[in-house]
């Protein structure tokens, strides 16, 4: 099945830096998304490329994709404090999303 | 935006009780819901889909009659942990699916209700 895997990162870094994570999966998909995570706190949708998308804009997010290498890269630019949380992608299959291990950004502010 | 309210946030109980946790999707309806279990510090682990009007899918390894799901509306799905024991304890979150959205499309999602089982 597909499953989205981010690399098992712990980010650290200091506010007004960019923080890139990186996320790569199995198999074909028709989309990938990203979430967040706040401490003890439920997923927020922030961003959805599709498969023949490679660049994808909102805000401060910058999500790439890269279909021949299954993977994609999460940048958020000029961080802040309340960016900190934990980084989830997604990827469709089977009647449901699956969710990566997550990256967890802490911004020193 | 979708806004999914999921209640309790937080509960305690006593070994061998049982405690029910509900999903709404407060502005949309909702076909299909999802339940999902979180460690501290690791991904979401999908327990089960919950169709409205049919039973629940369960994936591999749980218990259904442990983790007993009812979506009896298209707005309401609940969870209920029978005869909870300490490991039991986790944070369960809920997810939504809008009517008519594909199976890859965005979800939303509740606020998550951490269970502790004493």
């Known amino acids: 099945s597909q499953q989205g895997e981010e690399d098992p990162q712990a980010l650290s870094i200091q506010e007004g830096e960019n923080a890139t994570m990186n996320c790569s999966y199995k198999t074909s998909i028709n989309n990938l998304q990203w979430y967040r995570q706040n401490s003890g706190r439920g997923l927020v949708h922030l961003i959805l490329?599709?498969?023949?998308?490679r660049e994808k804009h909102s805000g401060r997010l910058r999500v790439t994709l890269d279909t021949s290498k299954k993977s994609s890269s999460l940048l958020i630019t000029a961080s802040r404090a309340a960016d900190t949380a934990s980084y989830f992608c997604a990827t469709g299959g089977n009647n449901r999303l699956a969710f990566g291990k997550g990256n967890q950004v802490v911004v020193i502010p | 935006g979708a806004v999914v309210s999921q209640h309790p946030s937080r509960v305690i109980c006593k070994s061998g009780t049982s405690v029910k946790i509900e999903c709404r999707s407060l502005d949309f309806q909702a076909t299909t819901m999802f339940w999902y279990r979180q460690f501290p510090k690791q991904s979401l682990m999908l327990m089960a889909t919950?169709?409205?009007?049919?039973?629940?899918?369960?994936e591999q390894g749980v218990e259904k009659d442990k983790f007993l799901i009812n979506h009896a509306s298209l707005t309401l799905s609940t969870l209920t942990v029978t005869s909870a024991h300490p490991e039991d304890s986790s944070f369960y979150i809920c997810s939504a699916r809008p009517t008519g959205t594909g199976y890859n499309e965005k979800l939303f999602f509740g606020s998550g209700t951490q269970l502790s089982v004493l």
């Open positions: 490329i599709r498969s023949n998308e």
């Open positions: 919950s169709n409205e009007g049919s039973k629940a899918t369960y």
